[in-house]
């Protein structure tokens, strides 16, 4: 319940921020495999825990500082009305009781389908749990869906998370749609469903790691 609570309050609070929509999310998504990107690297950040990590977003969208400690940077678009489009940089330490263990060992603690199951918020339902790599490096790639009322207001929200284990830390990259729903918007319609995930796979499919290229 806590869970679900703490994602209530965020997706209210950027769909009430957020109020005049531009783009629609078949628009961003055209866009950037167009090339309308730009890339943002965490080189110098202080939330960074040292890493250096490469990714694309939307030109559309715009990039925030992360107020909560290893949130290292929020992208998000320029609008609203009802609908809010996301993505959310975090870097955390791997906790302290796995520090004994291998990478590999680490990983496959980490990234369990059936223990990240458990992590997501109440009435999440998976789509996808596949363990992947990001740039080389172990991790998972998660999309599921998440539908939630409260106060008379209905929510529903698209949920995409690149998370990969890298030099001691885990890295979580998550894109979120969500949208309020009304009675002319009752549910995501597949033409939405379908440009956010192609979208989100984009996203993290420009995850790079440059200093696994630099020559020792």
Same mark, same amino acid.
């Given at each position: 319940?806590? %869970?679900?609570?703490?994602?209530?309050i965020?997706?209210?609070? /950027?769909?009430?921020?957020?109020?005049? =929509?531009q783009?629609? /999310?078949?628009?961003?998504?055209?866009?950037?495999?167009?090339g309308?990107?730009?890339?943002?690297?965490?080189?110098?950040?202080?939330?960074?825990?040292?890493?250096?990590?490469?990714?694309?977003? #939307? &030109?559309?969208?715009?990039?925030?500082?992360?107020?909560r #400690?290893? /949130?290292v940077?929020?992208?998000?678009?320029?609008?609203?009305?009802?609908?809010?489009?996301?993505?959310?940089l975090?870097?955390?330490?791997?906790?302290?009781?796995?520090?004994?263990f291998?990478? %590999?060992?680490?990983?496959?603690?980490?990234?369990?389908?059936?223990?990240?199951?458990?992590?997501?918020?109440?009435?999440? &339902?998976?789509? =996808?749990?596949?363990?992947? &790599?990001y740039d080389?490096?172990?991790?998972?790639?998660?999309y599921?869906?998440?539908?939630m009322?409260?106060?008379g207001?209905?929510?529903?929200?698209?949920?995409?998370?690149?998370?990969?284990?890298?030099?001691?830390?885990?890295?979580?990259?998550?894109?979120?749609?969500?949208?309020?729903?009304?009675?002319?918007q &009752?549910?995501?319609?597949?033409?939405?469903?379908?440009?956010?995930?192609?979208?989100?796979?984009?996203?993290g499919?420009?995850?790079?790691?440059?200093?696994?290229y630099?020559?020792?």
């Amino acid at each position: 319940m806590f %869970k679900n609570r703490l994602l209530l309050i965020f997706i209210i609070t /950027i769909l009430s921020t957020e109020l005049f =929509a531009q783009t629609s /999310i078949q628009d961003d998504f055209k866009s950037f495999m167009g090339g309308s990107k730009i890339k943002f690297s965490t080189v110098g950040h202080p939330k960074a825990q040292g890493l250096n990590i490469q990714i694309d977003y #939307p &030109k559309s969208w715009i990039k925030k500082e992360g107020e909560r #400690p290893h /949130i290292v940077q929020k992208f998000s678009s320029s609008g609203g009305g009802g609908i809010a489009k996301v993505a959310v940089l975090n870097i955390t330490p791997i906790p302290s009781d796995l520090k004994g263990f291998s990478d %590999k060992e680490i990983a496959e603690n980490l990234f369990d389908p059936k223990l990240i199951e458990g992590q997501l918020p109440e009435k999440s &339902k998976i789509v =996808a749990a596949k363990p992947t &790599k990001y740039d080389g490096e172990p991790g998972i790639f998660l999309y599921y869906v998440l539908q939630m009322s409260n106060a008379g207001l209905n929510f529903a929200s698209l949920m995409v998370s690149h998370r990969f284990l890298y030099q001691r830390a885990t890295v979580d990259f998550t894109i979120t749609y969500a949208i309020l729903l009304t009675p002319t918007q &009752k549910q995501l319609s597949q033409q939405q469903s379908d440009s956010f995930l192609g979208l989100a796979i984009q996203m993290g499919n420009s995850i790079i790691l440059p200093d696994k290229y630099k020559w020792k």
